[in-house]
């Protein structure tokens, strides 16, 4: 396979586990909130929500970051950002 392919089925299963994340704090956060908050629980829906994806998407970065790491997959992924500080000087006859 090659990194573009490489690349692209580790975000494809990296959303996918992202998501499940995200519904587990969702389901967590909303039974925790039920035994808590029995009366106004619908008005701390929005904000169980907010936190339930913001905490999913840090844990999911904390992951990656370990799974690349762990795997050695900086050579075998394709970048998905460059920065302009960081690019080679191409010599334009390559």
Do not use: H
């Amino acid at each position: 396979m090659t990194k573009k392919q490489n690349t692209v089925l580790f975000i494809l299963l990296g959303t996918i586990g992202n998501i499940l994340i995200t519904v587990f704090f969702l389901v967590l956060f909303t039974i925790l909130g039920g035994l808590i908050l029995k009366d106004n629980l619908a008005m701390m829906i929005p904000f169980i929500f907010l936190l339930a994806v913001v905490l999913g998407m840090i844990i999911y970065q904390k992951i990656a970051t370990l799974i690349i790491k762990k795997w050695n997959l900086e050579e075998k992924l394709e970048p998905l950002f460059v920065s302009k500080y960081n690019k080679k000087k191409r010599n334009p006859l390559d």
